[in-house]
């Protein structure tokens, strides 16, 4: 049976990814999560016999040592971090602690049996945009932000392990994963739950910053392909949509779509980390999932078919 760690499996789409992973019973799947921002309501369904799930801490040593050494996994996703733009803005030391996790992690993996480490880095390290569409290759990282910092010292190190020890990676840089289970510090999310009670939708700035969404599924899909058939070794892909959306069509559109009578409210511009535009080169991924990615409007009807957001 091959084992696998998924940390931060308690998240959004570290939980997707453990329920995805779990449904081949080739697998035996250890999910860490601390649950500072994760839920035991995403872990996979106890149908399921081959997987455990462990409250654990990966940026303290002693205990996600003593769950590696003992379980000698085959394969890593490590999920686990901070997240959130609001959350990560005001706990710029805690971001920064995920740093440890990140070493932990690696040096456990390359004095241990894994075969490789995948690691969830993020859009984010682009920073404010140089060029687009964002390139793997040749698009430069402006990230300024902690949270994007911490993302881009966690890509370095991942290299650093394989050029040193010859640790095998992947790294997926995520644009703006959504999905039924994502908690309301995501835009998607929070503008759903308020559309559906009627509330005021609050857009920082005048909403014409734009972003690229990509359906939980077209992500988790995409990975789990790069697991099983050993592609993108010590290399890095853009996970995400390539259509750009304004934040206020994106608004205008649930509110349309849900028949609410939600206002729009602006907010102030955020100082630092809410960019003006992002989109990725997602060729890579194109040519991987080998499918049409799901559509926004799609998406928010996948959403809306989940007890969390059905009226």
Known sequence: MIKILVTGGAGNVGGALARK????????????????TGSKSKLPSKEFSNWSFINCDVNNYTSISEIMLVNQFDFVFHYAAVVGVKRTQENPIMVLDDIQGIKNVLQLSKNSSVKRVFFSSSSEVYG????LPQNEETTPLNSRVPYAVVKNVGESFFRSYFKTYGLPFTIFRFFNTYGPNQSEDFVIAKF???????DDITIYGDGSQTRTFCYVDDNINTCVKILEDNLMMNDVINIGGAKEYKILDVAKLIIEKLNSKSKIIHLPALKDGDMTRRMPDNTKMINIIKNELISLDQGLDLMMKHPDYSN
Not at 128 to 131: F, G, L, M, S
Not at 192 to 198: D, R, S, T
């Open 21 to 36: 992973l779990v449904e081949n019973p080739s697998y035996f799947v250890v999910i860490v999560d601390n649950l500072s």
């Open 128 to 131: 404010e945009p140089v060029e």
């Open 192 to 198: 759903l739950k308020a559309a559906l009670n009627g």
